[in-house]
């Protein structure tokens, strides 16, 4: 080869790399913005404002039972903090249930080597549902203990008619410990739901159901509990794994009788709302990045892990972005949703009344796994973000939070925005004890660790400052709309 082809060969091959880099797409992360997510993510893990938020929620302000004064005084209370940080704060109405728990309590009163004259206190407590209390003296009845609806479902209707139905279901402890939480709790949940029905349907006077999660020292863990119109309304309760076991023991010796009270009642609807909260962007406002967590939560306990330290760490987000000067390209929305326990009431306001701009709607990111240290972040959607996510992944490695996962445990509130197309995010925890306190009296301050709240207050800011700047389009992937929506 001569020396002018050889010439002529480098001049082409330098056109090619020429042409190849001008049309090669351009980072959405420029060294500027991955310089502010690095800073962004130093400063959370040295501020305990979530922390403050959190403990204020649950300690001053105490259980946020839907439709509760203490529910109302909460949206006040958030609102106002969002407008001491600089943001447009906007009160969108939610129409509430208002269920009051009542008197509840339970004893075995007639049972195999009884002593007389005594009998053996039940740890119980209410499920949330239509019609399900008993008459204001109670009822006794026999009790039949299953361990699953299949035991229930090959029972004789008059082996069940007239007597109270003992769902004992263990939670899977082993799944819990490999990983498996939300899974775990999945399986025990459906006893929670459904067993009041499928009790009904075979002619019971009441349901009690293990509590569906991994309490022990006889914590009862309430809930919400399945109503069918088309059956008869029973009470139904959750009792503690302790008691579920005594009374397995019990029943497999000879006839044992339980006396039951629970006096619970459905008010009218509350006038509530969702907290939503602007940090408006400088070049594209109209286009959204929820921030989220739920601020109500159940009674028994203060509503530490569900969940105040999602509303917390929200609240954070806007914080240090107005603490650092950082302007969002896109709008940074913190929303505190309401009535998340009784049905995602807010969740599904709020996509009714922002159903004509879904489509700026650019993300939506919600904490509600409680406060344990975060692993990464879950991709809900397309899986095509996992890879254009990495450089955010590469930032939150410092703390541990490297993972990215595609998967559909990204938030109950959110789902709404989920089927519309919204993709949709949240923090991977460590949820190895979230399940033992979780909708029990147990949950409380004392269960957030603040060094891992602000690991929690790190992932989310940096996700949602990444999010509100990236210079690209995240991938859209639209869902059937699941019949609870219709």
Do not use: C
């Not at 209370?77 to 339970?106: C, F, I, M, N, Q």
């Not at 028994?300 to 107005?322: H, N, P, Y």
């Amino acid at each position: 080869m001569t020396k002018l082809h050889l010439l002529l060969l480098g001049i082409l091959t330098l056109a090619t790399v020429a042409a190849t880099a001008q049309t090669k797409p351009a980072s959405p992360w420029s060294p500027e913005l991955l310089q502010q997510l690095r800073h962004l993510h130093q400063a959370a893990l040295e501020d305990d404002y979530a922390y403050g938020q959190a403990a204020h929620l649950t300690d001053n302000i105490g259980p946020r039972l839907t439709g509760s004064p203490q529910a109302a005084a909460a949206v006040e209370y958030v609102a106002d903090e969002l407008r001491k940080l600089g943001l447009r704060v906007t009160l969108e109405p939610v129409s509430v249930p208002h269920w009051v728990r009542g008197e509840e309590h339970a004893a075995l009163v007639s049972y195999p080597g009884q002593v007389p004259g005594t009998q053996q206190k039940i740890v119980v407590t209410a499920l949330a549902s239509v019609d399900n209390a008993t008459p204001a003296e109670g009822i006794t009845a026999e009790i039949v203990v299953v361990n699953n609806f299949d035991e229930l479902a090959a029972m004789p209707r008059e082996q069940v008619a007239g007597k109270i139905v003992v769902f004992n279901e263990g939670f899977d402890h082993q799944m819990v410990a490999a990983g498996f939480g939300l899974a775990a709790y999945g399986q025990a949940v459906a006893y929670r739901e459904d067993g009041r029905e499928a009790a009904a349907s075979k002619g019971a006077v009441a349901a009690l159901v293990r509590s569906a999660g991994g309490a022990q020292f006889r914590l009862p863990h309430t809930g919400e509990t399945g109503y069918d119109a088309k059956l008869p309304s029973i009470p139904a309760a959750a009792v503690t794994a302790e008691d579920a076991e005594l009374m397995a023991r019990l029943a497999a010796q000879g006839p044992v009788r339980l006396h039951l009270v629970l006096t619970p009642k459905l008010l009218p609807n509350v006038a509530s709302y969702n907290v939503v909260a602007d940090l408006k962007g400088t070049e594209h406002p109209e286009q959204v990045v929820i921030v989220s967590g739920h601020l109500d939560s159940w009674d028994l306990g203060t509503g530490a892990i569900d969940d105040a330290a999602g509303v917390a760490v929200s609240m954070e987000t806007a914080q240090l972005l107005k603490q650092l000067h950082l302007q969002p390209k896109r709008t940074i929305r913190i929303v505190a949703w309401m009535a998340e326990e009784t049905g995602i009431f807010g969740g599904k306001a709020y996509a009714k009344q922002h159903a004509g701009d879904v489509a700026n709607h650019f993300a939506a990111i919600e904490t509600d796994l409680g406060a344990g240290h975060p692993l990464g972040v879950n991709i809900g959607g397309d899986e095509a973000a996992l890879k254009l996510l990495q450089p955010v992944a590469d930032v939150l490695s410092k703390s541990g939070a490297w993972l990215l996962r595609s998967s559909d445990e990204t938030g109950s509130d959110i789902i709404p925005l989920k089927v519309a197309g919204v993709p949709t995010f949240s923090p991977v925890q460590d949820v190895r004890t979230y399940f033992d306190y979780h909708h029990t009296a147990a949950d409380t301050l004392d269960k957030i660790d603040p060094r891992e709240l602000r690991e929690n207050a790190a992932v989310v800011a940096v996700l949602a400052y990444a999010l509100a700047n990236m210079d690209a389009q995240l991938p859209r992937k639209p869902q059937p709309l699941p019949d609870w929506l219709k």
